[in-house]
Every structure is written in structure tokens, then in C-alpha cells.
């Protein structure tokens, strides 16, 4: 299954969508990595001669037009799937219809609960005992859409909110590249219902121990 990876940072998500392939758990291939900004994570792809294309909002008049210039990138390598792999914009109607129900996020909280920025830190905020990561498909609205898998991490005393997005982190990393093969394998299938396969080996929920 053809791949496009939107990344705006480090891209510890795209390594792990990388690493994954390249042990043979992900049935996938990283046609290209698209990012809003330089970011350092492009060069995970520029190692292993994977296409890179940066695609800035300050290029264009407004954000409907970034976001119809990043449809239209991104289509050129005709994915089968688009992978928000640490992308840290909205992405628009154009996308959105574009690529409908082809989208996939990984948000770290447990959504519906701390959508948008800082989800780890607003999970301390609130006090919760467990927080953990979420992969979803994309609708129109911010961190919305149907929910693909989510695993839980416990929320320590001590804890800020950088130490609690590390151990959720270590989870994204597993959840991520789980969820593309299994859709690659065709055991869960996208849509506005997404589903899985009765026999899916992955199942959509985990609770994992965390390394203390
Ligand atoms: C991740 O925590 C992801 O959930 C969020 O952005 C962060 C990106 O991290 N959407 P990285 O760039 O993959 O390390």
C-alpha cells in the first residue's frame, strides 16, 4: 500500500512508520514525505532516497490555498493512504475531500477527550489517572473523526507534561504503523463506519504496560 507521509518536526512517528516497513510488521511504502516547514524529521526520508517536498503556508495567499497547493502534491503520488505522521496544521476542505476517509492522525490523548494542541498537558491539567495516544481518520473537524485504535498509558505522581507525551510517545510508536498494516492487509477497512475484519490479529484497543 502506497503511502504519503505530512510531517512539522522531529518525525519519530515517521521513523517508526519507516522501521516498521523495513522489518516487514508494515505492509506499506513511503512514496513521499511532505512537511509544512524545514523539518528536521525530512531527513529520515532524504536517507533512504524517499522524495521530500515542503509545502509552506507563507507561500500562499490564505489557508484554503496552501491547503489545495498540499492536495495537489500530495496527489501526485497517488496514495492510497495519507498519514499525518506529527503534522502540526489543520489540514483543509481540499484535502479533506480529496483524500476522503483516506486521512489517518495520531493525536496523543485519548480522544474525544484534549483535542488540538498540548494534549498531554492538558491531560495533567485535568488530572486524569490515564491518558494515551489515538489514531483516527480525518473529517472536517480538529481531531473529530472516526476513532482507528487507541492505547492507554498510566499518568505517574510526578509526572509534566513532557515525561507523560515521552511514554505516550513510546505507544504512538507501536499504534501507528499497527494501523496501516492492518489496513494494507485489508483486516480493517476505512469509511465513515471504519471496521475491522471479525479474524483483524490487531486488535483496535491496547492496554500496555508502560517501561518504568
Ligand atoms: C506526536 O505526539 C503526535 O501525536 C502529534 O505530534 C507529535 C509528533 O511527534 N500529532 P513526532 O514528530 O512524530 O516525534
Known sequence: ??????????????????EAIEAGRCRASVAAVIADKDAPGLSLAQERGVPTRVVKPKDYANRAAWDRALAEVCAEYAPEL????????????????????????????????????????????????????????????VDTGPILAQAAVPVLPGDDAASLHARIQVQEHH???AV?????????????????????????????????
Open 1 to 18: 500500500m502506497k503511502l504519503v507521509a505530512l510531517i512539522s518536526g522531529r518525525g519519530s512517528n515517521l521513523r517508526s512508520l519507516f
Open 82 to 141: 495519507v498519514v499525518l505522521a506529527g503534522f502540526m496544521r489543520i489540514v483543509g476542505e481540499a484535502m479533506v475531500e480529496r483524500f476522503a476517509w483516506r486521512i489517518v492522525n495520531v493525536h496523543p490523548a485519548l480522544l474525544p477527550s484534549f483535542p488540538g494542541v498540548d494534549g498531554p498537558a492538558q491531560a495533567i491539567a485535568a488530572g486524569v489517572r490515564l491518558a494515551g495516544c489515538t489514531v483516527h481518520l480525518v473529517d472536517r473537524g
Open 180 to 212: 496501516v498494516d492492518a489496513v494494507a492487509r485489508g483486516t480493517l477497512t476505512l469509511g465513515q463506519r471504519p471496521a475491522y475484519a471479525a479474524d483483524a490479529p490487531f486488535p483496535p484497543s491496547a492496554l500496555r504496560a508502560p517501561a518504568l
Open 175 to 177: 499504534l501507528l504503523p
